[in-house]
Nanobody
Framework: QVQLVESGGGLVQVGGSLRLSCAVSGPTLNSYNIGWFRQAPGQAPGTEHEFVGDISGSGQRIHYGDSVKGRFTISKDNAKSTFYLQMNSLKPEDTAIYFC?????????????????????WGQGTQVTVSS
C-alpha cells in the first residue's frame, strides 16, 4: 500500500513562490503515476478536486492543468522518493488545499489523467494561502 505525505504549504503573497513536497513510501513506487490536485475554499460538495498536474512513474511524462501551465513545475527525486510541486507567480485563486495522489499504472496505464477515481491513494493535504 503506497502512502503519501504532503508538506510545504503556507502563506505567501501574490507573485510569490512556494514548493510543495510529497513523500511517497511503499513497494514498487515506479508503478504509480503521481498527481497533484487542489480543493479551493467554498468548493461545492460533490465536485471533484481540480487537477493541477501529474508525473508518470518513469518521470518521463508530465502534464499540467490549464490554470497552472507555465507557472507550476512538477518534478521528482528518485533517491528521496519525493515528488515536488514548484509554484511560481502565485495568484489569489491558487489558494486551496493541495493534495498529491497515486494512480496505479498497472490498472490505469501511463497516460495522464485528471479523474480522481483513478487515484486510489491520497495524502492528507497541505494548505496554500495566497494573500493580496
Amino acid at each position: 500500500q503506497v502512502q503519501l505525505v504532503e508538506s510545504g504549504g503556507g502563506l505567501v503573497q501574490v507573485g510569490g513562490s512556494l514548493r510543495l513536497s510529497c513523500a511517497v513510501s511503499g513497494p514498487t513506487l515506479n508503478s504509480y503515476n503521481i498527481g497533484w490536485f487542489r480543493q479551493a475554499p467554498g468548493q461545492a460538495p460533490g465536485t471533484e478536486h481540480e487537477f493541477v498536474g501529474d508525473i508518470s512513474g518513469s518521470g518521463q511524462r508530465i502534464h499540467y492543468g490549464d490554470s497552472v501551465k507555465g507557472r507550476f513545475t512538477i518534478s521528482k527525486d528518485n533517491a528521496k522518493s519525493t515528488f515536488y510541486l514548484q509554484m511560481n507567480s502565485l495568484k489569489p485563486e491558487d489558494t486551496a488545499i493541495y493534495f498529491c495522489a497515486a494512480s496505479d499504472r498497472r490498472l490505469w496505464g501511463d497516460t495522464w489523467s485528471s479523474r480522481t477515481y483513478e487515484y486510489g491513494n491520497w495524502g492528507q493535504g497541505t494548505q496554500v494561502t495566497v494573500s493580496s
